[in-house]
């Protein structure tokens, strides 16, 4: 198979997400209550009782179409999957690259996607970089407490981006080691949907797994 098929099958792997009213409506309502906080803004001079309620208004229908909001978005970003699949437990997906929750949440995410032994490392390594921390904050020279304060700053930030980097190949040979098999990748917007898709057979061709 040439890399010129193997690229058009991935395009047709990759689904445009269809949308409707419902995905187009919290996105006017977010525009409509931003647009009253503007308008709030530039009359901020003469503020009166109703300028109030209409503040109230449009903070309320900004948060109110929030979630509505992270469905579109969701459903608009299309990324590829690893779809695993059990004899007994069935399907499972697994986004490949980079884990913002991951990032983000770090020893948590680690702790709630049952990496013990990820989770274990995480949290020594942090107790670790605190002792070294509150040693260095005692330092005498300011020099040296500066510098090594600077240190510190990239070692905590390396060490969120460790679990950011790796936690989703984390999971992958976690479902590995506990049976599941790959079966391939698929384009989708969530994990839900890459299941869905994989179930029917919709199996991204260029990067399939043969059993």
Same mark, same amino acid.
Request: charged share 15%.
């Given at each position: 198979?040439?890399?010129? #098929?193997?690229? +058009? ?57 929030? %979630? ?5 978005? +969701? ?10 699949? &059990? ?13 913002? !929750? ?30 070294? #921390?509150?040693?260095? #904050?005692?330092? !005498? ?21 460790? !679990? ?26 969530? %994990?839900?949907?890459?299941?869905? #898709?994989?179930?029917?057979? &919709? ?9």
């Amino acid at each position: 198979m040439s890399q010129v #098929e193997m690229a +058009r099958m991935t395009m047709t792997a990759m689904k445009v997400p269809d949308f409707d009213d419902d995905d187009v409506a919290p996105v006017a309502k977010i525009l409509l209550g931003v647009g009253g906080l503007v308008w709030l803004l530039l009359r901020k001079d003469s503020f009166t009782a109703s300028n109030y309620v209409t503040l109230a208004g449009a903070t309320l229908v900004i948060l109110l179409a929030l %979630p509505g909001m992270v469905r579109t978005l +969701r459903k608009w970003r299309v990324r590829p999957f690893q779809v695993f699949v &059990h004899r007994l437990r069935g399907y499972a997906a697994i986004k490949t690259g980079f884990s913002w !929750p991951a990032f983000f949440l770090s020893g948590l995410w680690l702790l709630w996607m049952r990496l013990w032994r990820q989770t274990a490392a995480f949290w020594a390594v942090t107790i670790a970089l605190r002792v070294v #921390e509150i040693a260095v #904050e005692t330092a !005498p020279d300011p020099v040296v407490q500066l510098a090594a304060q600077a240190v510190m700053v990239a070692a905590w930030l390396g060490l969120t981006l460790v !679990p950011g980097v790796r936690g989703n190949r984390w999971r992958a040979q976690r479902l590995a080691a506990r049976g599941y098999r790959l079966v391939g990748t698929i384009h989708a917007s969530t %994990p839900q949907a890459a299941i869905q #898709e994989a179930a029917a057979g &919709h199996l991204d061709e260029a990067v399939r797994v043969q059993p």
